[in-house]
């Protein structure tokens, strides 16, 4: 995935105060010196030859200091553009990068990382500042600190991206941190934090009419200057991360307390599981406690109840499940944890297990800090589970009150849910990701029960060629390839990426010139002998799928898909090809591959009205593919994903990725890139899920029932009418309702 590792990091709108004297680095931070064309002293312009929508040069119209400033221009969405300058770094130091960013008109095209300041191979690693779209003034961004590791040259880039509209970057800074800087800064960021919070419980406040918490939020902003930083904040709890934020909490609880009118020192009340809910907000007066899951056998269900301790001290709740015996599901209690995304936003991503309750058997533990919305999630397998009804409680008890008593009725439906999903699903779930060493077990299990059943295995997988002098292929090494089928679950597609957008493996590691006799025949021999090992592995026509460059959108990338699917459709015209092109292909591009393409896998929301009919006649196969973040929203991109593959004949989907956050994913400030990832670590005994992981499963399994209903009634009105509406109108209620009528009607004789 190309433009997947164009990741975000730590940003802030302002950066430490704290004087301290700092070298840049960077030569010609404000672009104020010009050569004898008029380009920035010390600055390239990428690409060399610039897309026609896309313009680099030197403003000397606008500018944060001085009298320039660079601007980046486009006109079309799927432009992206750069000026950028490499430096180099010392081994085994701590390094920052600031600049100042100005947008006007600034729009999203599809995965677009929008203007941001990126900065490739420092420690390893790519960074980035969080994404600007639309029109602001200038303000200051911040990459790092980060460690250097070791050392080195690096390139930091002002970049936009698959966007169109106006950037404009200005002042750049590159320069070794001291401590003291790295203190300011995380002042900064809890300062950040507190801020988000005390701005949405003022608003809950207005929205209540209630001026005692008003004046008691207006009391805490006059400290917020003064914020003192905890010795360390533990991003597993949740908030508050700071004392004086606990205030903020403090007084919501107050709020709530006297609105609702009660001395109960928690309320629950039932919630949609796939919308993550606020850390604060009104409680509402209504609240209900039962839910009824619907299933099939052999997949799972979630149930989700929302608490609120409306105490001035934090309670501990112990919390037990009763019922469902005599056949019926073992449930899992988790919670749903509020963790920082990349912008700050406080999102209830992750689902870690609750801890025992040492003080009685067979229960567990949750703290509820006051005024904070936390999530009890029930995780409800129905595998082995006869059809039937099962009643269970799950019981909240905490000294002086009377328990809080969830009534859960869970239907089984006589619908067997297949052992292998109908849709090919994959998730580039590398096992190089730091995030799974030592771990794979655990990876391999979470995936086979999320219905990934499709792998894609980078270039070092494949069994490389080596040639005799007089040109005669040597017998392939499987090796590598064989210990990763052993590793993985069970397989319905490979997708085998050479990686011919490199031009070394282009050569075929040989140096050999691209599309030269000598080329040719090696080319063929060796895809020759590639297709035949597989086939001896079980893998034939309908199960590999040659990824040869990934997302074609330039000329280069285009031509190279073209050449090699040439050769390869030479060595066996019965071996498909896949491609996955987004919005900065043009017409010309996916003209060029077309001859050679047979499965494409265009971005789920680019290709709408003709070019989707285009793609849709050109595929033997349809698939797609998303680039989803911590911040993609659970229920549209990972659930309601799947119900519009369906509405466009797509049989195969994937998302970038599985396990990429580069380092602690609970805290973004710690990771190396984007948190992608849909798991957390934290727990030994298992990869911690996310509430996005559980809506990619529940999908699946939404497109599975529909795919059954197609075998068993393929008239049905719900198929096409019926998905239709739900896209047109997509709310989680009437996604269940809709997903309940298929399982009714899958059980009518």
Same mark, same amino acid.
């Given at each position: 995935?190309?433009?997947?590792?164009?990741?975000?990091?730590? +940003?802030?709108?302002?950066?430490?105060?704290? %004087?301290?004297?700092?070298?840049?680095?960077?030569?010609?931070?404000?672009?104020?010196?010009? #050569?004898?064309?008029?380009?920035?002293?010390?600055?390239?312009?990428?690409?060399?030859?610039?897309?026609?929508?896309?313009?680099?040069?030197?403003?000397?119209?606008?500018?944060?200091?001085?009298?320039?400033?660079?601007?980046?221009?486009?006109?079309?969405?799927?432009?992206?553009?750069?000026?950028?300058?490499?430096?180099?770094?010392?081994?085994?130091?701590?390094?920052?990068?600031?600049?100042?960013?100005?947008?006007?008109?600034?729009?999203?095209?599809?995965?677009?990382?929008?203007?941001?300041?990126?900065?490739?191979?420092?420690?390893?690693?790519?960074? %980035?500042?969080?994404?600007?779209?639309?029109?602001?003034?200038?303000?200051?961004? =911040?990459?790092?600190?980060?460690?250097?590791?070791?050392?080195?040259?690096? =390139? +930091?880039?002002?970049?936009?991206?698959?966007?169109?509209?106006?950037?404009?970057?200005?002042?750049?800074?590159?320069?070794?941190?001291?401590?003291?800087?790295?203190?300011?800064?995380?002042?900064?960021?809890?300062?950040?934090?507190?801020?988000?919070?005390?701005?949405? %419980?003022?608003? %809950?406040?207005?929205?209540?009419?209630?001026?005692?918490?008003?004046?008691?939020?207006?009391?805490?902003?006059?400290?917020?200057?003064?914020?003192?930083?905890?010795?360390?904040?533990?991003?597993?709890?949740?908030?508050?991360?700071?004392?004086?934020?606990?205030?903020?909490?403090?007084?919501? &609880?107050?709020?709530?307390?006297?609105?609702?009118?009660?001395?109960?020192?928690?309320?629950?009340?039932?919630?949609?599981?796939?919308?993550?809910?606020?850390?604060?907000?009104?409680?509402?007066?209504?609240?209900?406690?039962?839910?009824?899951?619907?299933?099939?056998?052999?997949?799972?269900?979630?149930?989700?109840?929302?608490?609120?301790?409306?105490?001035?001290?934090?309670?501990?709740?112990?919390?037990?499940?009763?019922?469902?015996?005599?056949?019926?599901?073992?449930?899992?209690?988790?919670?749903?944890?509020?963790?920082?995304?990349?912008?700050?936003?406080?999102?209830?991503?992750?689902?870690?297990?609750?801890?025992?309750?040492?003080?009685?058997?067979?229960?567990?533990?949750?703290?509820?800090?006051?005024?904070?919305?936390?999530?009890?999630?029930?995780?409800?397998?129905?595998?082995?589970?006869?059809?039937?009804?099962?009643?269970?409680?799950?019981?909240?008890?905490?000294?002086?009150?009377?328990?809080? +008593?969830?009534?859960?009725?869970?239907?089984?439906?006589?619908?067997?849910?297949?052992?292998?999903?109908?849709?090919?699903?994959?998730?580039?779930?590398?096992?190089?990701?730091?995030?799974?060493?030592?771990?794979?077990?655990?990876?391999?299990?979470?995936?086979?029960?999320?219905?990934?059943?499709?792998?894609?295995?980078?270039? #070092? =997988?494949?069994?490389?060629?080596?040639?005799?002098?007089?040109?005669?292929?040597?017998?392939?090494?499987?090796?590598?390839?064989?210990?990763?089928?052993?590793?993985?679950?069970?397989?319905?597609?490979?997708?085998?990426?050479?990686?011919?957008?490199?031009? /070394?493996?282009?050569?075929?590691?040989?140096?050999?010139?691209?599309?030269?006799?000598?080329?040719?025949?090696?080319?063929?021999?060796?895809?020759?002998?590639?297709?035949?090992?597989?086939?001896?592995?079980?893998?034939?026509?309908?199960?590999?799928?040659?990824?040869?460059?990934?997302?074609?959108?330039?000329?280069?990338?285009?031509?190279?898909?073209?050449?090699?699917?040439?050769?390869?459709?030479?060595?066996?015209?019965?071996?498909?090809?896949?491609?996955?092109?987004?919005? &900065?292909?043009?017409?010309?591009?996916?003209?060029?591959?077309?001859?050679?393409?047979?499965?494409?896998?265009?971005?789920?929301?680019?290709?709408?009205?003709?070019?989707?009919?285009?793609?849709?006649?050109?595929?033997?196969?349809?698939?797609?593919?998303?680039?989803?973040?911590?911040?993609? /929203?659970?229920?549209?991109?990972?659930?309601?994903?799947?119900?519009?593959?369906?509405?466009?004949?797509?049989?195969?989907?994937?998302?970038?990725?599985?396990?990429?956050?580069?380092?602690?994913?609970?805290?973004?400030?710690?990771?190396?890139?984007?948190?992608?990832?849909?798991?957390?670590?934290?727990?030994?005994?298992?990869?911690?899920?996310?509430?996005?992981?559980?809506?990619?499963?529940?999908?699946?399994? /939404?497109?599975?029932?529909?795919?059954?209903?197609?075998?068993?009634?393929?008239?049905?009105?719900?198929?096409?009418?019926?998905?239709?509406?739900?896209?047109?109108?997509?709310?989680?209620?009437?996604?269940?309702?809709?997903?309940?009528?298929?399982?009714?009607?899958?059980?009518?004789?």
């Amino acid at each position: 995935m190309g433009h997947a590792v164009m990741a975000g990091l730590a +940003v802030l709108a302002t950066t430490p105060t704290t %004087a301290q004297d700092v070298t840049n680095l960077l030569t010609n931070p404000g672009f104020e010196a010009l #050569d004898e064309a008029g380009w920035a002293v010390g600055w390239e312009i990428w690409p060399g030859k610039l897309p026609e929508a896309g313009a680099v040069s030197v403003d000397s119209t606008v500018a944060h200091g001085g009298q320039r400033s660079l601007r980046l221009r486009h006109s079309n969405l799927g432009s992206y553009t750069r000026g950028q300058q490499a430096i180099t770094l010392e081994p085994n130091q701590r390094y920052a990068f600031t600049v100042w960013v100005k947008s006007e008109g600034v729009t999203a095209g599809d995965g677009s990382m929008g203007a941001r300041l990126y900065v490739e191979g420092i420690g390893g690693s790519d960074h %980035a500042t969080e994404a600007t779209f639309g029109t602001s003034g200038w303000r200051q961004l =911040t990459v790092g600190p980060h460690d250097s590791g070791a050392g080195g040259r690096i =390139t +930091v880039m002002c970049y936009l991206h698959q966007a169109s509209g106006t950037a404009w970057f200005d002042d750049l800074q590159a320069f070794k941190v001291t401590p003291e800087w790295e203190r300011g800064m995380e002042r900064l960021r809890l300062q950040k934090g507190l801020e988000a919070t005390l701005h949405q %419980a003022e608003d %809950a406040a207005r929205e209540a009419g209630d001026q005692t918490a008003l004046n008691e939020l207006a009391a805490v902003r006059t400290k917020a200057a003064g914020l003192d930083l905890p010795p360390s904040t533990d991003f597993r709890r949740g908030p508050p991360f700071t004392p004086l934020e606990g205030e903020v909490f403090a007084v919501m &609880a107050r709020l709530n307390a006297r609105r609702l009118d009660t001395r109960t020192p928690v309320v629950a009340w039932v919630v949609e599981p796939f919308a993550s809910p606020p850390p604060l907000g009104l409680a509402p007066i209504e609240r209900k406690l039962s839910s009824s899951p619907m299933a099939g056998a052999n997949e799972r269900e979630q149930a989700t109840l929302n608490l609120c301790n409306l105490s001035p001290e934090t309670v501990r709740l112990s919390v037990s499940c009763s019922g469902f015996g005599n056949g019926g599901p073992a449930v899992t209690l988790r919670e749903a944890v509020h963790v920082e995304t990349q912008p700050g936003r406080l999102l209830a991503d992750p689902l870690p297990r609750l801890r025992p309750d040492d003080r009685r058997p067979g229960a567990f533990l949750m703290e509820l800090p006051p005024g904070v919305f936390r999530q009890l999630w029930c995780d409800i397998p129905t595998t082995d589970c006869p059809p039937g009804r099962y009643e269970a409680r799950v019981r909240m008890e905490t000294p002086g009150q009377e328990p809080i +008593v969830w009534a859960l009725s869970l239907r089984v439906f006589p619908v067997q849910f297949p052992d292998m999903a109908p849709i090919a699903t994959w998730n580039y779930s590398y096992q190089s990701w730091e995030l799974l060493q030592g771990r794979w077990e655990q990876a391999r299990d979470d995936l086979t029960s999320h219905h990934i059943n499709s792998y894609c295995w980078p270039a #070092d =997988t494949l069994p490389w060629p080596q040639f005799d002098a007089a040109g005669a292929l040597q017998p392939l090494d499987w090796t590598r390839f064989d210990k990763a089928l052993a590793d993985h679950g069970p397989v319905k597609w490979l997708l085998l990426w050479p990686g011919f957008e490199w031009d /070394d493996n282009l050569r075929l590691r040989q140096g050999l010139e691209p599309g030269s006799e000598a080329w040719e025949q090696r080319f063929v021999a060796w895809f020759r002998a590639l297709i035949a090992g597989l086939q001896e592995r079980g893998f034939g026509y309908d199960r590999i799928a040659w990824y040869l460059a990934d997302e074609p959108c330039s000329r280069p990338r285009a031509e190279a898909v073209r050449l090699a699917g040439e050769a390869l459709h030479k060595a066996d015209p019965q071996a498909l090809i896949v491609e996955n092109p987004y919005s &900065a292909a043009t017409q010309e591009l996916l003209d060029l591959m077309a001859p050679v393409v047979d499965i494409w896998c265009p971005s789920l929301n680019w290709p709408q009205g003709d070019l989707l009919t285009w793609f849709q006649g050109k595929s033997k196969i349809l698939w797609t593919y998303q680039v989803l973040s911590k911040d993609s /929203d659970a229920f549209a991109a990972y659930r309601l994903s799947f119900w519009d593959c369906w509405r466009k004949g797509i049989t195969g989907q994937g998302f970038w990725d599985y396990a990429d956050c580069g380092g602690d994913n609970w805290a973004p400030y710690a990771a190396g890139r984007t948190n992608y990832a849909v798991v957390y670590g934290g727990d030994p005994a298992e990869l911690v899920p996310s509430r996005r992981w559980e809506a990619w499963r529940e999908g699946t399994e /939404d497109y599975t029932y529909l795919w059954m209903l197609r075998r068993a009634r393929p008239s049905s009105p719900l198929l096409d009418a019926g998905v239709a509406g739900l896209l047109a109108e997509p709310t989680p209620e009437a996604l269940e309702a809709l997903r309940s009528r298929v399982l009714q009607e899958l059980c009518r004789q």
